[in-house]
């Protein structure tokens, strides 16, 4: 069984910074790509950003510059460090990784990200 547990969403104004985290526990075996997605209200859930195992990364056009994603393999942990917030980016961010021993992708539970004006 394997488990995603997010953390670092809130509030923050517009400007600001967080930072996300999403940390895999359990049988993992293996991680290929990781990736982080987000949800408005009303709209349909869209891709934010990815990695692979080897460090190549894809951003949205309405991050890029602003939002970086990484990994820490050792730790099975995917971050979006997310600068310059605007408040379209508010939304609630779900984490996704591939597990190909299970066949399978897993999402974590979503965190909160609010950015006001």
């Known amino acids: 069984q394997v488990q995603l547990v997010e953390s670092g969403g809130g509030l923050v104004q517009a400007g600001g910074s967080l930072r996300l985290s999403c940390a895999a526990s359990?049988?993992?075996?293996?991680?290929?790509?990781m990736g982080w997605y987000r949800q408005a209200p009303g709209k349909q859930r869209e891709l934010v950003a990815t990695?692979?195992?080897?460090?190549?990364?894809n951003y949205a056009d309405s991050v890029k510059g602003r939002f970086t994603i990484s990994r820490d393999n050792a730790k099975n942990t995917v971050y979006l460090q997310m600068n310059s917030l605007k408040p379209e980016d508010t939304a609630v961010y779900y984490c996704n990784i591939d597990l190909p021993y299970y066949s399978s992708s897993l999402w974590g539970q979503g965190t909160q990200v609010t950015v006001s004006s």
């Open positions: 359990g049988s993992i075996f293996s991680i290929t790509s």
């Open positions: 990695i692979t195992s080897t460090g190549n990364t």
